[in-house]
């Protein structure tokens, strides 16, 4: 049974375990220690699913909760892949949000034929420095 929270925190390691268990490593600095201390302790909302005490699902957001909400990683463990953990960590994730906040991401190549299954639109104008 997967169980989840919103107020549960994650350790680095637990992170960079479910970075790789995911294969999200592959794009994310998982090498980079400070950097990812900065991701986890940093972030705004961190939406996590569990079995047992094994950390199988992170929806890791940066937020005002009011007007716009960066969902930056959203991440999986292969084992437990199409199960529908993704789908209900961005509904709670919502959960978090005011109604009128924008959820925002940028999709792995991978990834690019699931978002629209859950209702995100495609912006024609993002734009990234760095
Ligand atoms: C992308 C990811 C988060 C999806 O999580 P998940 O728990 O496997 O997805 P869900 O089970 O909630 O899937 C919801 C629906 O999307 C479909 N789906 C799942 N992964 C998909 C993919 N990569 N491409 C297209 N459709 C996908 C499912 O079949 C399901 O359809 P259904 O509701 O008709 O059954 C997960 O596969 C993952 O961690 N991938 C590697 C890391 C990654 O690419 N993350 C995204 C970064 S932007």
Same mark, same amino acid.
């Given at each position: 049974?997967?169980?989840?929270?919103?107020?549960?925190a994650i350790t680095t390691e637990q992170f960079i375990?479910l970075l790789?268990?995911?294969?999200?490593?592959?794009?994310?600095?998982?090498?980079?220690q400070a950097c990812i201390e900065k991701m986890v302790n940093g972030a705004?909302?961190m939406?996590t699913?569990?079995?047992?005490?094994?950390l199988?699902?992170v929806?890791r +957001?940066?937020?005002?909760? %009011?007007?716009?909400?960066? @969902?930056?990683d !959203?991440?999986? *463990? =292969? +084992?437990?892949?199409?199960? %529908?953990?993704?789908?209900? @960590?961005?509904? !709670?994730?919502? *959960? =978090?949000?005011?109604?009128?906040?924008?959820?925002?991401?940028?999709?792995?190549?991978?990834?690019?034929?699931?978002?629209?299954?859950?209702?995100?639109?495609?912006?024609?104008?993002?734009?990234?420095?760095?």
């Amino acid at each position: 049974m997967i169980e989840y929270a919103t107020q549960r925190a994650i350790t680095t390691e637990q992170f960079i375990q479910l970075l790789k268990s995911s294969t999200l490593a592959e794009r994310r600095p998982v090498d980079d220690q400070a950097c990812i201390e900065k991701m986890v302790n940093g972030a705004d909302l961190m939406v996590t699913a569990w079995q047992a005490d094994v950390l199988v699902g992170v929806a890791r +957001s940066v937020t005002d909760f %009011g007007y716009c909400c960066y @969902l930056s990683d !959203l991440a999986v *463990a =292969q +084992s437990h892949q199409r199960q %529908g953990i993704g789908r209900r @960590l961005i509904e !709670l994730t919502r *959960a =978090q949000l005011d109604a009128e906040c924008k959820l925002i991401l940028l999709s792995a190549p991978a990834a690019q034929s699931y978002y629209p299954q859950l209702g995100f639109c495609r912006h024609p104008s993002a734009w990234v420095m760095g």
